[in-house]
C-alpha cells in the first residue's frame, strides 16, 4: 500500500505538534511495510500513485478541499483544537475585538484568509471562500472513508460540532519510547521547571512567568516564538525575572537531558489535545503540570497536575504540588504502555486495512 500524508504548507517552517505527529506516523508505518510519502498542501501530487490519501488538521480545510476532488479514498486525522477561548478573551488589539464579536468557525476563516493576505500561507482553493469554515470542514468529514482522533474526547467533539458520518476512531498521539529513556539514577533538580513549546498566547508562557518570576523556581522555556507572535514573546522577556531563562527549539535528542534534569514540566496552555512535550517529560520521569481546558485528562487522568491557565495563582499551586511529590512512575508506565508512536501506526494500519477492504 502507498498512501499520500498532505499537509500544511508550513509544517517544517512553523513547527509544532503536527509536525512531529506526521514524521513520526508516517516512519513507523514504513516500518510495518507502508509506503508514505509526506507532501506539503500546495505540491504538485501525482494522484495516480496513491492507493490513500490521509489529510491532517481539519480546522484548516482550505489545505484539504482541492484534494478530495482527485477521486482518491481518503482519511482524515482530525487535530481538533479550540483556540476561541484563547481568541476572544486574552488576544489583544483590533483582532481581539473582532475575535469577540465571531463564532469559533468564523475566527478561524477570518485568520485563514489573514494568512494568505499577509503571505504567510497558501490559499489552495478560492471555493474556501464563499463556502467558508464550517461548510467546508463538513464537505471534508462527508467526503472521508474514515477520521482519525487524538481521545475518545475529541471524537465526542467532533460529533457534538458537525454531522459525522464516517466511523472515528482514536488513536492516541506518542512519542519514540527509545530516545526518551530515563535514567531513575540520576537525581532530579526539584527546583526546575520545564516548559517545552512554541512561545505563543495559546501556550500561555506569559501567566506561567507571572507565576514562577522571583519564585524559588529556576524556569526554563524552550522554543522559538511563533509567527506573529514577536511581540508576546518580547513581553514575556520583560516580565521574566532573573530565575525564568529562555531557549530557542532545539531537536529532541538533545531535550532528553533537560528532561531527566527537570522535576517538573509545565503546559499551562489554552487548550491542548495531549501536549507531546508532556508525554515526553512524563516519560523521562518528570511530573507533570497541565492545563484543564481540552483533551487531556483522557490522557493522563489522576497521575498529573491540573492548573487554571487564566489564573496565575493556580499555576503556581499546581507546580508547587507538583515539585512536592514523589515522582509518578505508573504514570510512566501508562505512556510506554499505551501512547508510542509505534503503537499509533498500528492503529492507523488497521484502518487502512478496514476502509481499503470495502473499496
Known amino acids: ?92 488589539g483590533l483582532s481581539g475585538w473582532v475575535c469577540r464579536l465571531l463564532s469559533p468557525g468564523a475566527i478561524e476563516y477570518c485568520k485563514t484568509i489573514a494568512r494568505y493576505l499577509l503571505g504567510k500561507d497558501k490559499l489552495m482553493t478560492k471555493s474556501y471562500l464563499w463556502k467558508g469554515q464550517q461548510a467546508s470542514v463538513q464537505e471534508i468529514l462527508d467526503g472521508a472513508s474514515l477520521l482519525f482522533s487524538n481521545s475518545v474526547l475529541e471524537s465526542r467533539q467532533l460529533e457534538r460540532l458537525y454531522e459525522v458520518k464516517a466511523d472515528c476512531m482514536a488513536v492516541p498521539n506518542g512519542l519514540d519510547a527509545e530516545l526518551f529513556a530515563y535514567d531513575a539514577r540520576q537525581k532530579k533538580d526539584d527546583r526546575l521547571v520545564l516548559c517545552v513549546a512554541r512561545i505563543e498566547g495559546i501556550k500561555n508562557q506569559l501567566n506561567l512567568i507571572k507565576a514562577l518570576s522571583g519564585s524559588r523556581y529556576n524556569l526554563l522555556i524552550i522554543g522559538d516564538h511563533g509567527p506573529g507572535h514577536g511581540d508576546y514573546y518580547r513581553e514575556c522577556r520583560r516580565l521574566a525575572g532573573g530565575n525564568v531563562g529562555f531557549m530557542r527549539h532545539i531537536p529532541q535528542r538533545e531535550l532528553v537531558k533537560y528532561y531527566q534534569q527537570a522535576k517538573v514540566h509545565i503546559l499551562p496552555s489554552w487548550f491542548e489535545t495531549c501536549g507531546l512535550s508532556s508525554l515526553e517529560a512524563g516519560a523521562m520521569g518528570c511530573n507533570i503540570v497541565i492545563t484543564d481546558k481540552g483533551y487531556v485528562r483522557e490522557y493522563y487522568g489522576d497521575y498529573a497536575f491540573y492548573c487554571d491557565p487564566d489564573d496565575p495563582a493556580s499555576i503556581f499551586s499546581a507546580v508547587e504540588d507538583a515539585a512536592r511529590s514523589g515522582p509518578k512512575v505508573d504514570l510512566r508506565k501508562k505512556i510506554l504502555t499505551n501512547y508510542t508512536w509505534g503503537r499509533a501506526a498500528e492503529d492507523i494500519a488497521k484502518g487502512y486495512d478496514k476502509i481499503m477492504g470495502t473499496i
Open 1 to 92: 500500500m502507498r498512501v499520500a500524508f498532505i499537509t500544511r504548507s508550513t509544517l517544517y517552517t512553523v513547527v509544532g505538534g503536527d509536525t512531529f505527529q506526521v514524521a513520526e506516523t508516517a516512519r513507523h508505518l514504513e516500518k510495518l511495510g507502508i509506503r508514505v510519502d509526506i507532501l506539503l498542501t500546495d505540491a504538485d501530487i501525482d494522484y495516480g500513485r496513491y492507493d490513500l490519501l490521509h489529510f491532517f488538521n481539519l480546522i484548516r480545510p482550505a489545505d484539504i478541499l482541492c484534494h478530495i476532488r482527485s477521486g482518491k479514498p481518503f482519511v482524515v486525522s482530525t487535530l481538533l483544537v479550540d483556540y476561541s477561548a484563547y481568541d476572544r478573551h486574552h488576544r489583544k
